[in-house]
């Protein structure tokens, strides 16, 4: 050891002798303000994203060449001479290789210089990881307002903004807030600063348009928030048939001025032209404008004018890719619960996505809604690769990044958690709280109830839905196994799920949130895939067996056309678990084994489940067999296991 020690000692001092340890920090100090330096110019002078990376490699390579050199050679009063090796010197006399006073200045500074430039980027770094949403290149693309006497006509006003919302979403290197979040800005009366910081980006672009015959207006202009300056604007008079280019021009400008670097493939993108025919352009729009009307209201009449419309434009233009998807999402809002046990489901959705998708293979949307399909069908590995397929090409694609997150929730929690803050990282809307809710479930899920706490609040902040709120607050209770405080919450909100008041042996309370929930299903038309054993289970506890056995027939029969059909909820074996609960009820020890086995399978259990299953009443005929504790004892372990995973996972990201 003593010898290993001397030897690194000598080879310490021959580095000092021939300066190579000043030379190192000097030049360290050097490469330290020239990154700097390019990284303060690289923006104005617009300057390619590998900038950077190239600078890099020469200062390595500068390095390599300034240490060899170093070695070699030395800077002495009479000139720069060829260092001696230590066998050619008669005696090493370290005094007399003291370094110079002005090589020791330089060495201090340099080292003084590296510490400090080091601290500075670590802060600031530090802070920007904290906010790292607000970067310099957001930007939000607010309402345009139509300059015309004719309100009848916003919808050509609105389909301009949305196709520049989504050409600026195909680049990667913005962050660009959903069309959703920005409606409620549509006649703003807060200043531009305001709006900004409620959006939390950096850019607002607004505009005007006007189509009068033949011809179109466009105004725009790009405001910094921070300052309120506008720094671009341009005015575009066009035909109709360049509207097109317009769109494409608009989003490589806004994306210049903000120095966002466009790659080959995203210029492909955005320059793409989605029909040849304007006409079916604009009967494109107004099926747009008639769907987002359904959605709003349910109105039939809405519904069918944006088929009507869909369909016309598609006969002018067959080949018009986004009409196709457009007609697949209408059919998905109108027919998802009405179709929901027929062979055909969702079959004429998956037709048009096809079809869509043969024409045009990068069309996110495409591959978004044939993700859902797939999720309701019960192919979650599918669906998330769809989503994947959508979120390549669109990388600002809020709703893909929501749909991975619940696919994820039976699965992967971690991965479920970072897709709902991807989400929240693009929506300020009024679809914000519903994903800060989701957030939160998942974090309840895996046991973290103060982080669930703060999402349901922040939720809770914005919409100011007690109701929500409460129940949220009562399913934390339930998971914690605390059912009269979750009773307590859910009276609150008016909305006390069945199962707690039955676990409390609270029956006749049971039965009146039966009744409301059959009114409630009767209204919104809603099947009840995963509860009409409850219910049923609740009208059998007052005596009224008659209806209580349609109900438990009916959970049944939900059950097994589920599982036969591949729907959704059995590839997250609720409706596996249902049917057990229920022959577990009725009797049937074989029949409730038999899918409790296979409830048995998943990888992963939420607290709420573990919770429950150990309370149902359903089970209590089978509670005490060693068969069925051996299903919860498995339950609780992978619950523990995930909880655990997560938590390691949340501490590396300094979330915990």
């Known amino acids: 050891m003593a010898q290993k020690t001397n030897s690194f000692e000598r080879f310490w001092k021959e580095l000092k002798r021939r300066k ?20 303060i110019v690289e923006r104005p002078l617009r300057l390619p994203d590998w900038t950077t990376a190239l600078v890099i490699v020469l200062l390595c390579i500068g390095f390599i060449i300034a240490v060899f050199v170093s070695w070699i050679y030395d800077i002495t009063p009479a000139g720069v001479k ?120 950096k850019y607002l672009l607004e505009g005007s348009f006007q189509k009068f015959g033949d011809n179109v207006r466009l105004i725009v202009q790009l405001i910094k928030t921070g300052k309120e300056g506008h720094i671009w604007a341009n005015n575009y008079d066009r035909n109709w048939s360049d509207i097109f280019a317009v769109q494409s021009e608009v989003a490589q400008a806004v994306a210049a001025e903000l120095y966002a670097s466009i790659t080959q493939e995203e210029k492909k993108l955005i320059e793409k032209i989605p029909t040849s025919d304007t006409a079916a352009y604009e009967l494109y729009l107004r099926a747009n404008n008639y769907q987002k009307e359904y959605q709003k209201t349910r109105d039939t009449s809405s519904y069918q004018n944006a088929v009507v419309f869909y369909r016309a434009a598609l006969q002018i233009d067959p080949s018009y890719a986004k009409a196709y998807t457009g007609l697949a999402s209408a059919y998905y809002d109108r027919y998802h619960w009405e179709t929901y046990f027929k062979k055909n489901y969702l079959d004429s959705m998956r037709v048009l996505i096809d079809r869509a998708l043969s024409i045009d293979d990068q069309l996110d949307e495409a591959f978004y809604i044939r993700g859902r399909y797939y999720d309701e069908n019960g192919q979650f590995q599918k669906a998330q690769e769809d989503y994947n397929k959508a979120l390549k090409i669109n990388p600002n694609y809020y709703s893909a990044y929501v749909a991975k ?30 994903i800060l809710r989701d957030l939160g479930q998942s974090y309840m899920c895996v046991g973290f109830m103060d982080k669930a706490k703060y999402y349901f609040q922040e939720a809770f902040a914005l919409d100011g839905d007690s109701a929500e709120h409460f129940r949220r607050l009562a399913l934390i209770e339930s998971s914690n196994d605390n059912y009269k405080n979750a009773i307590l919450f859910g009276e609150k909100a008016n909305n006390t799920n069945i199962e707690w008041y039955s676990i ?77 609960a229920t022959y577990a009820f009725l009797g049937d020890k074989v029949k409730a084994y038999q899918y409790l086995d296979e409830f048995n399978t998943m990888n992963i259990y939420p607290l709420w489940w573990v919770s429950l299953a150990k309370h149902d009443p359903l089970f209590d005929k089978i509670r005490n067999e060693e068969r069925f504790q051996k299903i919860l004892r498995n339950m609780e372990s992978k619950y523990q296991a995930e909880h655990e995973r997560v938590r390691k996972w949340l501490e590396e990201q300094g979330m915990l």
Not at 146 to 164: F, T, W
Not at 407 to 434: C, M, Q, V
Not at 556 to 569: A, D
């Open 20 to 39: 190579v340890v000043h030379v190192i920090t000097v030049y360290a100090a050097v490469s330290f303000v020239i990154l700097q330096l390019v990284d």
């Open 82 to 201: 060829k260092t001696k090796p230590v066998s050619e010197l008669k005696h090493i006399d370290h005094t007399s290789h003291e370094v110079s006073s002005g090589w020791k200045i330089a060495t201090y500074v340099s080292a003084i210089v590296v510490v400090a430039l080091v601290a500075f980027n670590i802060v600031t770094r530090r802070n920007t990881n904290k906010d790292s949403i607000g970067s310099e290149k957001s930007i939000a693309v607010l309402p345009f307002m139509l300059l015309s006497d004719e309100p009848d006509k916003q919808y050509l006003a609105d389909g301009m903004m949305d196709a520049i919302t989504l050409h600026l979403s195909k680049i990667k290197g913005l962050r660009v807030i959903g069309r959703t979040s920005v409606e409620q800005y549509r006649n703003p009366t807060k200043t531009t600063t305001a709006i900004g910081r409620e959006l939390d980006v």
């Open 405 to 434: 997150g619940g696919t994820w929730s039976s699965t992967d929690f971690i991965k479920s958690i970072e897709n709902y803050h991807e989400a929240l990282n693009l929506i300020r809307g009024n679809e914000r709280p519903s």
């Open 504 to 580: 409390e042996g609270q029956h006749q309370e049971a039965y009146m949130a039966a009744q409301k929930e059959i009114k409630q299903l009767k209204i919104s038309g809603e099947l009840p895939l995963v509860y009409s054993h409850r219910i049923g289970y609740s009208f059998w506890k007052v005596g009224k067996f008659n209806e209580a056995d349609c109900y438990f027939k009916d959970q049944i029969k939900f059950g097994t056309e589920s599982i036969k059909m591949g729907r959704g909820i059995v590839g997250l074996k609720a409706a596996q678990y249902d049917l057990a």
